[in-house]
């Protein structure tokens, strides 16, 4: 595998349930991202490790919202307590310090809560 | 504060038409500008950046510091170009993205 992948790529839920969605890296980058995408709009960061650190968090990212990278290499987001505007994309993206700040996409969590 | 703008959600041309995807910023510092592509069910993918100052798949954008623009153009669109384009500002490793133009290039 050459590209990042996140799993699940469809999650329906109900309002109050809590989430969790995986992030894998392309294997060599130490820096991995998370953003929120609404329909219409570009990608929102959320959040960025270097490699197990978490280094920037955005204020979009309220308490509900938890990410993880324990190992340096995959991350988790997780939501707790899912609201309806929680109800978006979530793109996951992963660069290596050294490429002129290139980052590679995965595909997307699409999230819809009921 | 930091912001993208890019002021069409929509483009429409015909093929072999000149074509320019508007991107203005405001920034304090110096900016490091980006512009990604989302083509019909593929992922987000970067297409060029600023400090490069290259042409790929004929796209060209220059970055004016006076306009704090960074407009995106093509002297001669084609079919394949049909696609989101979203421009993106750098801070420190905080990307902010405009909210995309959805380009259709028609026969």
């Known amino acids: 595998d050459t590209g990042v992948s996140q799993d699940p790529r469809h999650k329906i839920t109900k309002r109050g349930q809590n989430v969790t969605f995986r992030c894998d890296p392309i294997?060599?980058?130490?820096?991995l991202y998370w953003y929120r995408q609404t329909l219409g709009q570009g990608p929102e960061f959320l959040t960025y490790?270097?490699?197990?650190?978490?280094?920037?968090k955005s204020r979009l990212l309220s308490d509900r919202f938890s990410a993880e990278r324990p190992k340096g290499s995959f991350s988790t987001l997780e939501i707790q307590r899912t609201e309806q505007g929680d109800s978006a994309m979530y793109l996951c993206?992963?660069?290596?310090?050294?490429?002129?700040?290139?980052?590679?996409f995965g595909p997307g969590t699409r999230l819809t809560v009921l | 504060a930091q912001r993208v703008t890019q002021p069409e959600k929509l483009l429409s041309v015909f093929k072999g038409a000149p074509v320019e995807l508007k991107c203005n910023y405001s920034?304090?510092?110096?900016?490091?500008l980006f512009w990604y592509v989302q083509y019909s069910r593929q992922r987000l993918q970067l297409l060029l950046r600023?400090?490069s100052r290259e042409s790929i798949k004929g796209f060209t954008a220059d970055l004016n510091k006076g306009e704090t623009s960074f407009h995106l153009k093509k002297p001669f669109a084609q079919e394949e170009d049909s696609a989101t384009y979203y421009c993106a500002l750098l801070n420190n490793n905080d990307m902010r993205f405009g909210a995309g133009t959805r380009l259709t290039v028609k026969p």
């Open positions: 920034y304090s510092g110096s900016p490091e």
């Open positions: 993206a992963s660069s290596f310090s050294g490429s002129r700040n290139e980052q590679f």
């Open positions: 490790f270097q490699n197990e650190a978490q280094l920037e």
């Open positions: 600023h400090i």
């Open positions: 294997s060599e980058h130490n820096r």
